[in-house]
């Protein structure tokens, strides 16, 4: 449904690729359109806690078609969509998770990245969807 | 309990309609008065994160007997419902949940939507217990 | 992804009318290719207890591409898929959840009937998948 | 904790190879000494409902440092672990989970497979732990 194991792998080479050049540790994880788990990769000593976060990151992408720190910035105290997090067994919403589009522009799925700072995690996944993108 | 299966599918295919005369893809939810899932949509390719969003609009709707999004306004920081959220397996309190009253005003259930801007959701939650009302 | 609403609610309107011929009360849903909830309805006051039931048999059918009660046979003690309703949150694996094929045979969702016994609920899944089979 | 992510990635490489040679479509999941996700594919149109189940089993074999059918002999009616699958969230302890070991005997993970028999699982799961085996 949606991507490929093979473009999953290449989304996550790349990050991961991109992550050993800044120096970052990082999970990564890359889910089909249907939001499933397709493929997750998590680097040597990174946080354990950014297991979940990665994936439940790409999830959200998905869930809702948009970057996680679009979501987030509606979801503030005063927002239109304050605690939208407690959806969906648990939704994260800072940055460092992106869809991930076809050729036709159509959603075919979404990559979640966490183990670093928020501006980390989404250079990080920014280079696996552009690892695929269009394809 | 309530809202029958006749008046609930009532509602959602006013909702429904009132979603496509505008142009947005929702999740619509029915609960009856035990707020236990009556009768649900999903129109093609509305976010899949609001499948479960719709379902808890409508739940919360009913659990509190008022609109979602009154309950968001006291569930703000130093409001005096702070992280209401947290009940019940989680709460979604911003709008587009709504009780459903029968002609008596007893609240015999509630519709909650979710797949737009919170202005649309409620828009057309509204169009769903306009259909019904006073039934 | 998969099964379109209208699909959904032809089949869910196949299965509704199948029970009331039968006279029974049934929970009924549909979920499509990603295993979400897609259309659902509940029939006047048929069993509460049958909502979750009712999902998690479409879900499990669609997770596994198998008809429910497929899965139950081999999960019994000594089976070799013993307990294998502990995954996923939570599988339901006697009859009723049925898949749901497109011409080409490919699967696009999954219907899920509970409310009465297995042979009803099997039935009235049946009658749902047969109303679209084949679009 | 154990074992590093190239490890993990060689293991799921040779027991995707293996899948393939066998003709079968596999989830496959590797988790750390610390019982960690580390790494995981799904193979195209695997089933939706083995991700969860090829993570359990990967997680039960570290849990108790066996492979997932021996648990599950002692988990029978009448067993002296009987219906231990309600602990740590869910087991699966039918076959296709086992721990991986260094060259010292010393447990560093384990591997977790799902998606088609268990006879199938448990050979796919093996050719990972060959592929590192003594590493």
């Known amino acids: 449904m949606g991507i490929t194991l093979e473009q999953a792998q290449t989304a996550i080479q ?3 690729q991109k992550a050993l050049d800044m120096g970052v540790k990082m999970n990564i994880a890359v889910v089909d359109a249907g939001a499933n788990l397709t493929a997750f990769v998590r ?27 679009d979501l987030g910035k ?3 105290p005063g927002g239109s969509l304050y605690n939208i997090e407690h959806s969906n067994g648990g939704l994260i919403t800072f940055p460092g998770g992106l869809p991930i589009k076809d050729s036709t522009g ?15 995690d989404y250079a990080v996944a920014q280079a696996g969807v552009e690892a695929i993108s269009g394809l």
């Open 14 to 16: 790349a990050a991961h």
């Open 74 to 76: 509606a979801s503030q």
């Open 106 to 120: 159509r959603i075919v799925g979404a990559i979640g990245v966490s183990g670093s700072t928020v501006e980390d």
């Open 43 to 69: 680097m040597d000593d990174a946080w354990l806690g950014s297991v979940d976060i990665a994936i439940r990151k790409a999830k959200t992408a998905r869930f809702f078609d948009m970057p996680t720190g």
